[in-house]
C-alpha cells in the first residue's frame, strides 16, 4: 500500500492492525509539496513500514534509493535504522521476499545481503541469535 500522504489516525490503526506491508514515498511529498505520510505514527503503531522512491516523472522524479532514505527521516519522522530496515528488509517483505538480517551493535560481524543467480534470486543472509527473522524480530519489539 503506498501514497499514505492523507492518512490519518483510522487509516494508521488499520494499516497497523493487518499484514500489509505501508510503503512511504518521500520523493513524492518532496516533489509535489504536499504533506508527508504518517511514518512516525505507522512505526509507533506497530504497522510494517517500507521506503520506496516512487520514481516517475510525474510525482516523484527521485532515482535514489540513498536520498529516500534520508527524505524518510526528515520528512516521515523515521529514525534512520527505521528508514534504513524499512528500505531492506521491510521492502523485500513486501514484494514476499525474506531477508534475514540485524542492524546494531548487536549484529554478527561481516553480515552481508546479497543475491545469487537470477536477479529474482531470494537474498542470501543471517538469522539472528534467536532463529527469527529481521522483520520478525522488527515487529516483535516493544
Not at 15 to 30: E, N, Q
Not at 59 to 64: A, D, F, G, V
Not at 103 to 111: C, D, E, F, S
Request: aromatic content about 2%; overall charge negative; charged content about 10%.
Amino acid at each position: 500500500m503506498d501514497h499514505l500522504e492523507a492518512s490519518g489516525p483510522t487509516e494508521v490503526a488499520a494499516i497497523a492492525a493487518g499484514d500489509t506491508v505501508a510503503t512511504l514515498l518521500p520523493g513524492v511529498t518532496l516533489h509535489l509539496g504536499i504533506g508527508a505520510a504518517p511514518g512516525r505514527a505507522l512505526v509507533d503503531g506497530g504497522a510494517i513500514v517500507a521506503v520506496a522512491t516512487d520514481l516517475n516523472p510525474g510525482s516523484s522524479p527521485l532515482y535514489s534509493t540513498q536520498h529516500a532514505l534520508a527524505l524518510a527521516v526528515r520528512l516521515n519522522g523515521l529514525t534512520p535504522a527505521e528508514a534504513f530496515t524499512a528500505a531492506t528488509v521491510n521492502a523485500a517483505a513486501a514484494l514476499g521476499l525474506v531477508m534475514d538480517a540485524q542492524l546494531g551493535a548487536a549484529a554478527p560481524p561481516g553480515v552481508v545481503a546479497a543475491t545469487t543467480g537470477a536477479f529474482t534470486s531470494p537474498p542470501i543472509v543471517r538469522r539472528d541469535s534467536s532463529g527469527r527473522t529481521a522483520a520478525e524480530s522488527w515487529r516483535s519489539r516493544p
